[in-house]
């Protein structure tokens, strides 16, 4: 799964190469990436700078929308609170997240978003 991989591989280098937390996401869209972003708290101090909550910002501005429907996002670790509502107010329609604390960095999880209201999850599917 390409984009998992993609987007582990950017947690890797933000912490080897930036020093910072190994948090990557990715956003795409018609199996195009329209953003990426990696968890910058530790440059910036700012705890509102996590990997999914900077690319799905990128991906807003350049699609000049808030509604994110028909996009998808592959982040490196499962979403923290702030980053599953910001998923969910933004419309995408599936997330995926690795999870090394299984064992396997690629094996994923997925939301699928049905509408504002219905959100369902499927553990443990694998690619
Ligand atoms: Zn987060």
């Known amino acids: 799964m390409k984009w998992m991989e993609y987007t582990v591989e950017l947690a ?14 990715v956003i795409v869209k018609d199996g195009e990436m329209m953003a990426e972003g990696v968890n910058d708290v530790l440059e910036t101090h ?13 991906a807003s501005r350049l ?3 808030d509604d994110l429907t028909g996009c998808e996002i592959y982040a490196s670790g499962e979403p ?12 995408i329609s599936k ?6 604390a299984e064992g396997n960095p690629l094996r994923k999880r997925q939301f699928t978003f049905t ?13």
């Open 12 to 25: 890797r280098k933000n912490q080897s190469e930036k020093g910072g937390k190994p948090f990557g996401a």
């Open 46 to 58: 700012d705890p509102t700078t996590h990997a999914e909550l900077q690319a799905i910002s990128r």
């Open 63 to 65: 699609l000049k929308t």
């Open 80 to 91: 923290c609170p702030m980053c599953l509502s910001a998923i969910y107010l933004s419309n």
């Open 95 to 100: 997330a995926y997240f690795a999870n090394p």
């Open 115 to 127: 509408s504002r209201s219905a959100c369902r999850m499927n553990k443990g599917i694998t690619s």
